[in-house]
């Protein structure tokens, strides 16, 4: 059975950095497409980052610069380092994951097969 579990989230003031942290268990974690989305209250699910199994990363327009993606295939984790945090960046943080190629996915979530319960990062100003 595959799951995903999200860690790391928390509160931090404008400006700070939090790393959040996807442990998988249960598929061949180093083949799939794995990335991060988000949804804040009131709001559509939206990519933030993806990784793709050969280590190419793409990343929202709103996050580029800021957050950075990576994975430790020996550990089945992924990371998302997030720094220069705003108080638009306030949301549930979703770990997920696809045994597609991640291209167009950022875009649409629809295409990820397998999702974490999500994690709270809430960024005060």
């Known amino acids: 059975q595959v799951q995903l579990v999200e860690s790391g989230g928390g509160s931090v003031q404008a400006g700070g950095s939090l790393r959040l942290s996807c442990t998988a268990w249960?598929?061949?974690?180093?083949?799939?497409?794995m990335g991060w989305f988000r949804q804040a209250p009131g709001k559509e699910r939206e990519g933030v980052a993806l990784i793709d199994s050969d280590g190419t990363t793409s990343y929202a327009d709103s996050v580029k610069g800021r957050f950075t993606i990576s994975k430790d295939n020996a550990k089945n984790t992924l990371y998302l380092q997030m720094n220069s945090l705003k108080p638009e960046d306030t949301a549930m943080y979703y770990c997920?994951?696809?045994?597609?190629?991640?291209?167009?996915?950022?875009?649409?979530?629809?295409?990820?097969?397998?999702w974490g319960k999500g994690i709270l990062v809430t960024i005060s100003s």
């Open positions: 997920a994951a696809s045994y597609d190629v991640c291209l167009n996915l950022l875009t649409n979530y629809y295409g990820m097969h397998y």
């Open positions: 249960g598929y061949a974690y180093a083949n799939y497409c």
